[in-house]
């Protein structure tokens, strides 16, 4: 079965703290994506990464910022957390132009 | 820029009542439409793409079809265990945007 796994399903952190959102995948995947959601906003969509070491910025990357040294993982940063980061993080992949695969989500909130 | 509109926002039937959700968009090259079914606190799941205008896909009581401009989900006799959001994506060239959904309740 093919899986993308994210590293935490609930986290808490303070305004300020440094946040790290991992993401692993098993296909070999050359995409990956990281996605928020947000009630009556459905999926926006963060960075994503087209090969190692390449990032595109999406829709909404401000506060936000990607690594992604290795192929099968692809980690999300929050620098410095505030309070409208409060969201489901949700990371994807996928081949080009094919389906994405997505992960079970990140429920963060930010105190 | 690309944009995915979905209607309606949400939608409630009784169970055998058949209707259809609509997914409208703009995007300069499209690499294809998918449409996904989200339960609850998890990832959205995979359901249908369709590429090019004319096309349709069938899976149970679902089936996706795909014109110049939009695309709809039609369900027909839905169950209750069909109650999901039910999201839209667009792929141009490396990225994927989604609508905001239709969440769908399918009453016993």
């Known amino acids: 079965d093919v899986k993308v796994t994210q590293s935490s399903r609930y986290l808490v952190k303070r305004t300020g703290e440094k946040v790290f959102l991992e993401c692993v995948q098993d296909?070999?995947?050359?995409?990956m994506f990281w996605y928020r959601q947000d009630p009556g906003l459905g999926l926006r969509l963060i960075y994503f990464?087209?090969?190692?070491?390449?990032?595109e910025k999406g829709d909404i990357p401000e506060g936000y910022s990607v690594s992604r040294e290795k192929k099968e993982r692809f980690s999300l940063i929050l620098e410095s957390a505030s309070t409208n980061q409060t969201s489901m993080y949700l990371c994807?992949?996928?081949?080009?132009?094919?389906?994405?695969?997505f992960g079970s989500g990140t429920q963060l909130s930010v105190l | 820029e690309d944009q995915v509109t979905q209607s309606p926002e949400a939608l409630r039937l009784q169970e055998g009542e058949s209707s259809s959700l609509n997914c409208s968009y703009t995007v300069s090259g499209l690499r294809g439409l998918f449409w996904y079914r989200q339960d609850p606190g998890k990832g959205p799941e995979f359901l249908f793409t369709l590429y090019s205008a004319g096309e349709e896909k069938e899976k149970e009581r679902l089936k996706a079809t795909l014109t110049k401009k939009e695309s709809f989900l039609h369900i027909t006799a839905p169950k209750p265990e069909d109650s999901a959001t039910y999201l839209c994506?667009?792929?141009?060239?490396?990225?994927?945007?989604f609508g905001a959904g239709t969440r769908l309740t399918v009453k016993p």
């Open positions: 994506a667009v792929r141009d060239n490396n990225d994927m945007r």
């Open positions: 296909m070999d995947h050359e995409n």
């Open positions: 990464s087209y090969d190692v070491k390449m990032k």
């Open positions: 994807a992949s996928g081949q080009l132009y094919e389906k994405l695969f």
